[in-house]
């Protein structure tokens, strides 16, 4: 019997043997088509690619040798105006790309030169007939510094005949700077050759591998060993027509393509050679069809041992599947544990958080009652009392949020919101924070489309704050802080996708506490941390938010050297139309953007796309000016100006002050920068810098800087009437507060702001004494929500059906503990005018008094 289940099992084994042979059979033939196609491809895109940066190259020489050209023949045309050009010659200071200018008066034989001396045009060549934009170019030479060299001459023309000519002399390592930094990798060479002596005149930097004693082509010829006599005849007929030419050969035991490139009908050859696997790493093709074919032999394997293994492993699943079972049992018990362990815990340390400000506020009003003679000492005392009472709200406010989120109450309050303001309303919380530790904030945002979109503000802005007061709080004084918005692919075009960076360089958290980060009264635990106070409810809080908005949030942290959180959300972008107007109606468009980092340039470009405006930009200060004189020069001039302030070589304030002299009065020139703008004020001022506008750009803030430059007066003068509308002297409200000692601190604080309050016990006595009172007696009612007889709701109610005429529209503010967004809600509804949470912040009801007066007005 044994042996026969042993020969039934070996039979079933050979029949499965059997296809899993077969597939791997027609796994290789597919797999050496594929290897076959892919040569194939490579073999055809090698030399198109190489002819493609080629012909980007020798396009940037040739743009080089056409503006030294035109920029020659403006000289001349300068020297025809000229009473004594030879003067002006003598005294013209050369740069790093014209180290020798010269002048040969018509009928001389020699002219003057600006390095001293006499100069004698017949030691140049220019027998090689070579042109550029017209003018005849010489062959190329070593000059008295030791660099290669070549010469253009250009005519002087005075009343229609040629009273000189102007040689100017240039360097060929002037190429160097504007040529990649990266030729395949390395991997390849690059050498510029004149065509007519052959000789190697630049061998440009950072532009692949270059072998010592390369001189001329005949050096270049045996360096890679290229002997074949009949390929030298090829290449000298097609060099001698100015024809490009490539080939296939072996150099250093590597299958290479070598290239002479003509440059300005081949005055000039670019060779060099690239090995054949640096162009082939680049295509994308190899990557994808390698992909194929390993997922392919992926699948196809894993199909085979499915096939062989089924049957001997149903008993051994069985098996597992019991164990796991019980695995999971023992897992969800220790959870459990740890669970209630985390909850014993967090129990422990509200304890703790709780009773710490508490201890202080009872503390220093014992002190307070004791030193009541004493100035100084009370508003020591209560200061710390205030900063007590927040920090102790502040854990209240996190505990309450943390419960509405487990019982599913939270609701998003969707509305329209700009990424500008929200992002300078976290800056302003978050920098003076890490400031007062010396900590470095940098803020960044590239690739956003559309910075005006649709969600929660208030939710996102509560995301951001939770992970950047960590960030300080975690970091080490004189640490660094990184909050970035980054602009990814969209996946729909109605929504902007968007990732947001927090990162830091401060203590880290382990590998076991990030398992844990995001559960609820979790605290990580050490002898740094421990001495930052804290409910353990952030993160929880901010992952449910992220999850509610339906985007995800990650962290990574290693300890000692800093965490990374990353949240990815999409946003509806609003359907409105851009508003071109505003910048026709304020004559803009043009600007030039001036700053070292070509990120931030090419972000205002794409962010002032739709606008109408064109945005160019310059990498440097010298860049800046020299595209500001060629755009007055042409009649073009930019509208606006923004300008860097710490770039190398030239700053913004030196860059400013020479713009400034070229461009008119009235054109703004804004610093855009990420340092304090109070640093700075002063020397820019005298500079002539109009204004500041910090990092990261927006449009909207560009805007809003434009609005404000244009209408300076107005906006002084709106401040002065602004701040006496602020103040409440004179007012008179009714208080709707069954707690007397809320009364007495709101009669207390609207006394000291020159306002007269009157209370009312409850709904009920409110409502009567508003009945009772006279038309336009009292300037707004403040009303609790919790009271005894008649509610604040119902009061509100009933005082907008009286019929008189001041119901409708005196203002009532609903004043109350409850502070979510649904509480906000019923009190609109009911028929207030607004809401303010206790305790009761005094900027914000003077806001609201003087908004609502201004709205009446």
């Not at 304890?351 to 100035?375: E, Q």
């Not at 509100?796 to 004043?815: F, P, Q, Y």
Request: negative net charge; hydrophobic residues 40%; glycine residues 6%.
């Amino acid at each position: 019997m044994k042996k026969q289940q042993r020969k039934e099992k070996n039979s079933n084994g050979i029949v499965l043997i059997v296809p899993i042979v077969l597939i791997f059979c027609i796994l290789g033939a597919f797999v050496f088509h594929v290897a076959g196609r892919i040569s194939r491809e490579m073999s055809a895109a090698a030399i198109d690619n190489l002819s493609e940066s080629l012909d980007l190259i020798r396009g940037t020489i040739e743009a080089i040798l056409e503006k030294e050209a035109e920029f020659q023949k403006l000289i001349a045309r300068e020297i025809e105006l000229m009473e004594d050009p030879e003067e002006f010659i003598q005294s013209y200071n050369g740069n790093e790309t014209m180290v020798k200018v010269s002048l040969v008066s018509a009928g001389k034989v020699q002219g003057v030169t600006n390095m001293g001396g006499t100069f004698d045009p017949e030691e140049l060549d220019f027998s090689g007939g070579k042109m550029v934009e017209g003018l005849p170019v010489s062959e190329s030479y070593v000059n008295h510094l030791g660099a290669w060299a070549y010469t253009l001459k250009c005519p002087v023309i005075q009343e229609n005949k040629e009273a000189a000519t102007l040689y100017i002399e240039y360097i060929y390592e002037s190429f160097d700077t504007a040529l990649p930094n990266r030729f395949y990798s390395s991997m390849a060479s690059l050498y510029i050759m004149d065509a007519e002596s052959e000789r190697l005149v630049l061998k440009p930097k950072g532009m692949g591998e270059r072998e010592a004693g390369h001189v001329n082509l005949e050096d270049f010829y045996r360096a890679n060993h290229i002997l074949e006599e009949d390929v030298k005849e090829e290449i000298t007929r097609k060099v001698k027509a100015g024809k490009n030419v490539m080939f296939y050969h072996d150099i250093q035991k590597k299958r290479s393509l070598v290239y002479m490139w003509a440059v300005n009908d081949g005055a000039i050859y670019l060779i060099g050679y690239v090995p054949i696997e640096a162009i082939q790493r680049e295509g994308s093709a190899v990557n994808q069809n390698i992909f194929i074919v390993a997922a392919v032999m992926l699948i196809a394997f894993f199909i085979c041992c499915v096939l062989y293994f089924f049957t001997q492993r149903q008993q051994i699943k069985a098996r597992k599947e019991r164990e796991l079972h019980n695995r999971r049992l023992a897992e969800a018990l220790q959870a459990a544990q740890v669970a209630n362990k985390s909850k014993t815990m967090f129990l422990s340390n509200m304890s703790h958080d709780i009773r710490t400000p508490m201890n202080a506020i009872l503390g220093f009003t014992v002190l307070l009652a004791k030193d009541a003679d004493h100035p100084d000492k009370v508003r020591e005392y209560t200061r710390k009392i205030t900063t007590s009472g927040q920090h102790l709200l502040s854990l209240i406010n996190d505990v309450l949020d943390v419960s509405k989120i487990e019982s599913g109450k939270v609701v998003l309050s969707i509305g329209e919101f700009t990424l500008s303001n929200m992002v300078s309303s976290v800056d302003a919380i978050i920098r003076p924070a890490a400031k007062a530790k010396g900590q470095k904030f940098e803020v960044t945002v590239t690739g956003i489309k559309n910075e005006r979109l649709v969600g929660d503000e208030t939710r996102i802005n509560q995301i951001l704050i939770n992970l950047l007061s960590n960030a300080v709080k975690y970091t080490q004084e004189g640490g660094s802080i990184w909050f970035r918005i980054i602009g990814l692919p969209q996946r729909s075009s109605q929504f902007e996708h968007i990732r947001i960076e927090v990162e830091d360089n401060g203590y880290g958290m382990t590998p076991e506490y990030l398992e844990t980060i995001f559960d609820a009264f979790t605290r990580a635990e050490n002898s740094t941390t421990n001495k930052v106070q804290g409910t353990g409810l952030g993160m929880a809080i901010t992952k449910n938010i992220v999850e509610l908005m339906g985007g995800s949030i990650h962290v990574v942290s290693e300890v000692e050297k800093g965490s990374l959180f990353t949240v990815e959300l999409e946003l509806r972008i609003p359907e409105e139309q851009v508003d071109r107007n505003f910048w026709k109606n304020h004559e803009i468009s043009r600007i030039l953007v001036v700053d070292d980092d070509g990120d931030i340039c090419r972000n205002v470009q794409i962010l002032m796309e739709d606008t109408g405006v064109l945005a160019d930009t310059a990498l440097s200060g010298e860049e800046g000016i020299r595209q500001v004189c060629r755009a007055k020069e042409q009649n073009k001039p930019y509208h606006v100006i923004l300008l860097d302030w710490k770039m190398p070589g030239m700053d913004g304030i030196e860059t400013a002050r020479r713009i400034r002299a070229v461009v008119e009065a009235h054109v703004p020139i804004l610093f855009l920068t990420a340092y304090d703008w109070e640093e700075l004020q002063e020397e820019a001022a005298q500079a002539g810098i109009d204004g500041f506008l910090a990092k990261p750009f927006f449009v909207s803030a560009f805007k809003e800087k434009i609005l404000e430059l244009h209408a300076a007066l107005e906006d002084k003068g709106e401040n002065n009437e602004s701040a006496e509308q602020d103040s409440l002297e004179g007012c008179r409200f009714l208080a709707a507060e069954d707690n007397e000692i809320n009364a007495e601190i709101l009669l207390q604080l609207l006394e000291l702001e020159g306002a007269v309050c009157e209370v009312a016990e409850d709904g009920q006595e409110a409502l009567e004494r508003f009945q009772n009172s006279a038309p336009g007696e009292f300037d707004a009612i403040l009303m609790d929500v919790q009271m005894p007889k008649m509610n604040g709701y119902e009061a509100t109610k009933a005082i907008r059906g009286l019929e008189r005429e001041d119901a409708a529209s005196v203002l009532i503010i609903a004043m109350t503990a409850n502070a979510f967004a649904e509480d906000v809600k019923d009190a609109l509804d009911a028929g207030m005018n607004a809401h303010i949470a206790k305790p009761v912040d005094m900027g914000l009801l003077k806001k609201t008094v003087r908004q609502y007066i201004q709205r009446r007005e």
